[in-house]
């Protein structure tokens, strides 16, 4: 098993432009010794293995594509259906965003206090800085806050630590991420990939203590909690950003 997989990572080779190409490489399984290499990633036996049919999933979801397997033992069909996350990086130092919402979003997921989520707020712009000279005259950051509010914004951070990251990386319902796979090409080096189950992944990004940064951010374990900013200055630039560094699943 592991020799098909590091076959499946040896090999990888060619274009990755969007999910459409995982999506037609798990179609023609049978043929791509990297979709195989996934496939036992995913526990499966390839000789039991009858077809594969995977989609893309449209909308708003935590996962990308959906995998559907049928398996025949012993004459007991069993089909099987994955949700992945699809993670295509070409920068090994380079971050992820896995989640943007306006604050009172996450306030509507998280039932967010009124004092927590006039702090946050505070951190994208939506309510403009109550400091005078603040480093950026658009927003606060985090340790520009009063250390009471700062520890105020750990505590509620720390204490619904597993609701946010399942939230932001999982997500919820039907649609919800069940492995995430990451696939990392830099320039004309060969492809690396990995794939994870989703325990795994919010394990082992949001494994670790909740803190400010000296950049004046959020850190939940390997999770970045940011200002989005961007978009030409316009106002959905003050949404509220998860990042994560897929690449360190990898390399």
Known sequence: MDDLVKLGSDTAKGGFKNEDN???????????????????????????????????????????????????????????TQNLQVKLVSNPQGFNQIDKRWVDKYVELWNIPQDITQLLKYFTGEIEPSIESPRDSRRMFINELEQEDQKKLVKFIQDNKTLIVSDILKGRGKFSAEWMLVILKIKDEE????????????????????????????KIGKITIQRKGGDGGRDTAKMLQFKINPSLLVV
């Open 191 to 218: 492809i690396k990939w990995a794939l994870k189950p989703m325990n795994f992944i919010l394990n082992f990004y949001g494994n670790g203590d909740v803190e400010i940064t000296k950049q004046g951010s959020i």
């Open 22 to 80: 995982v999506i037609e490489r798990f179609n023609n399984w049978e043929n791509d010794e990297l979709a195989q290499g996934w496939l036992v990633a995913m526990n499966y036996v390839i000789d039991e293995i009858e077809y594969v049919r995977a989609e893309k999933i449209k909308g708003s979801y935590k996962a990308d594509v959906q995998v559907q397997v049928s398996i025949e033992i012993k004459l007991k069909k069993l089909i099987d």
